[in-house]
């Protein structure tokens, strides 16, 4: 019934691609090891990995953290020491500090009481380094310093957490900043390529847990596939940079847009269409939106995606590995 709802291409516009036609290998495999295991709505699959998502990086263990948007610290600033007087003058008994609410935009650090050391707003694209001073730890001074061209700002927070969440979300912002003025410059695609893996296991593996983190790398990712939409190699650099994100996809919601270049992918190349690392974000389809009215884009990603499965030589078995994954064994159906 499913297949017959999105019923597949022509073969004319869907040619076969050997490398990516069914395997027996491939055959063999389970629909959980193959479409991955399905945690929204799938509680007998719990614990089984995917083997798109086999080996994916994941957040080293210890405390999770809300992107900082604004606080209270202590910001102290010192030049870089060349001279006898600028070293009397950075020593720790003459250092002058202030007290500032600070706020984290996309692109600078600003107060909302300009004045001092932060009379006008610090751009993160001049920051040259961005650390923890640990050693000060014990003496209940938690700091994290600032390296610019001309000298340093201390930013000293209450405690161990919020410094550590203001530091990894400065990490965040400037890598942000990089990833997104790479990765939209005209570079060879292999290059783009190896620095899309990089930003996907920055994502993957940063303690930072927010709806605003996971917007960025996604938008990124639209954006790519969305410029070179004209290419008449797009099908073949789609593929490639959905392959590169599978772990994005596999954790993160995809946007409207998103679904609906994803949604051209299976339209367009079929049989070669990566189905593992479309998996996920068409499981969430699914199992977490009622109002398709509301969400045509997303509609159509689930069509399309059902039509590229039929398009196979094992079309109608595949189909039904990909229901049994989705709905699960003891869970409602959605």
């Not at 340093?152 to 209450?158: G, I, V």
């Not at 005209?186 to 303690?207: A, I, R, S």
Request: net charge positive; charged share 25%.
């Amino acid at each position: 019934e499913l297949a017959s709802l999105a019923p597949p291409p022509p073969a004319a516009t869907a040619p076969p691609s050997p490398g990516c036609l069914l395997s027996p290998s491939l055959a063999d495999q389970s629909s959980a090891e193959y479409f991955g295991s399905s945690p929204e709505c799938c509680a007998d699959t719990v614990g089984i990995e995917s083997s798109s998502a086999a080996g994916a990086p994941a957040p080293p263990p210890g405390p999770r953290y809300k992107l900082a948007t604004e606080g209270t610290l202590r910001v102290c600033c010192f030049q870089h020491t060349r001279t006898v007087v600028d070293k009397i003058l950075a020593t720790k008994f003459l250092r002058r500090w202030e007290t500032h609410v600070l706020c984290l935009d996309d692109d600078q650090i600003l107060s909302k009481t300009p004045s001092g050391v932060l009379d006008q707003p610090l751009p993160l694209s001049g920051m040259q380094e961005v650390y923890c001073i640990t050693r000060w730890d014990p003496a209940r001074k938690y700091c994290l310093r600032i390296v610019m061209s001309l000298g340093s700002l201390l930013l000293q927070a209450n405690d161990a957490y919020t410094r550590d969440q203001w530091y990894h979300s400065i990490v965040w912002k400037r890598n942000m900043i990089r990833y997104r003025n790479f990765l939209t410059k005209k570079y060879k695609k292999e290059v783009v390529l190896k620095e899309l893996k990089n930003m996907v296991d920055f994502v993957m593996t940063t303690p930072l847990q927010d709806e605003s983190v996971t917007r960025a790398p996604m938008q990124i990712l639209t954006d790519l596939l969305s410029e070179k939409k004209e290419s008449p190699d797009w099908e073949e650099w789609a593929e490639n940079a959905t392959n590169a994100a599978a772990p994005l996809l596999a954790e993160r919601c995809a946007n409207g847009e998103l679904c609906a270049l994803l949604a051209r992918l299976c339209r367009r190349r079929p049989r070669a269409a990566p189905l593992p690392a479309l998996a996920p974000p068409v499981r969430r389809v699914l199992t977490r939106n009622v109002d398709f009215a509301r969400a045509p884009n997303a509609r159509q990603l689930v069509k399309d995606y059902i039509s590229a499965l039929s398009a196979h030589n094992s079309g109608p078995a595949l189909v039904r590995r990909f229901v049994e994954v989705t709905h699960g064994g003891r869970a409602s159906c959605p």
